[in-house]
């Protein structure tokens, strides 16, 4: 029996469980994707003990990303650059870290738009962990050229100078949510525009942008899997638009390939998560 497993603080309304379970079924596979519940203060501890048990491998999520950065022996270089680790192989004893989001985020935007991720401009309203993940898999992929708007402009500033210094050469620019004219004029030429910060977690958040300062007729993605505040705006004024689902499909993907070494089940998997959010 191969076991897998999800690290986060909390997990228990995760939709990994039923789509990995769908993908390890249909590849005829003997294995298990687990719930591990754990605060922050217990991280070494339960590495620690995943190792005894086993363990192939595991993802993390919020808030360990950074954590599992930390403890992995050796990481790829964007999870290195992105400060980011959400899958974890196993092999040898040792770990190796990888940073599935932006794949997933490339993935999802080839899918819902017919995006191409080498030289795009894209657009980020947000400058947290999950921005930076995605960001750095873009620059290494060759993207032409990334705005990152936040709402405390001095760590859009920084996010987009550890971009540049991951990958010189990258166009880009910084702007605060809350100067519409910056904000307007910065994203007047990207082909996509991503949001990335926490806001539309719950139902009622407000749209973290305005949606007049959303270019005309640009596709959007919010990275939460709902239809949110800011996903109803913008398809308000015209803008194509999709959810994060699909984003959780393809790092799932990814993380399955890492893991397993086979080509993952895509299809099964996306009907494993729509029935899991429709019984959410
Ligand atoms: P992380 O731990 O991934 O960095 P976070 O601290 O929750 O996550 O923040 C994620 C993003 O959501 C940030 O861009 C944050 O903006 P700030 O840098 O200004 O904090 C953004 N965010 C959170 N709440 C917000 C709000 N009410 N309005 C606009 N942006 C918000």
Not at 15 to 34: I, N, R, V
Not at 136 to 149: D, P, S, T
Not at 205 to 230: H, N, W
Request: glycine share 8%; proline share 6%.
């Amino acid at each position: 029996m191969l076991r897998f497993g999800l690290i986060g603080w909390p997990v228990k309304h995760s939709l990994s469980p039923p789509m990995h379970g769908a993908a390890f079924q249909a590849c005829g596979l003997d294995a298990t994707y687990e719930l591990i519940e754990t605060p922050p203060s217990e991280i070494p501890a339960t590495v620690r003990h995943l190792q005894t048990q086993g363990f192939r491998g595991w993802n993390a999520t919020v808030p360990h990303k950074a954590a599992m950065a930390a403890i992995v022996d050796q990481a790829d270089p964007v999870a290195r650059a992105a400060n980011s680790v959400n899958t974890v192989v196993v092999s040898d004893g040792q770990l190796t870290g990888y940073s599935t989001d932006g794949y997933g985020l490339e993935e999802a935007l080839r899918a819902a738009f017919a995006l191409v991720v080498p030289g795009s401009s894209i657009g980020f309203i947000g400058a947290g962990g999950a921005a930076r993940a995605c960001c750095m898999h873009f620059a290494n992929r060759g993207v032409r050229k990334l705005v990152i708007a936040n709402r405390t402009l001095e760590s859009a500033i920084s996010l987009l100078g550890d971009i540049q210094a991951f990958q010189s050469g990258l166009l880009g620019s910084a702007c605060s949510l809350a100067d519409t004219h910056a904000l307007q004029a910065a994203l007047a030429d990207v082909d996509v525009v991503i949001q990335a910060t926490s806001v539309g977690l719950h139902a009622h958040d407000p749209s973290p942008v305005p949606a007049e300062c959303l270019p005309k007729g640009i596709p959007v993605m919010d990275m939460i899997y709902r239809r949110t505040q800011f996903l109803h705006a913008a398809a308000s004024c015209g803008a194509p638009i999709a959810d994060g689902q699909s984003m959780l499909l393809y790092q799932g993907a990814r993380s399955f390939e890492l893991w397993t070494g086979r080509e993952a089940p895509v299809d099964v998997m996306r009907r494993a998560l729509e029935i899991a959010l429709a019984n959410q």
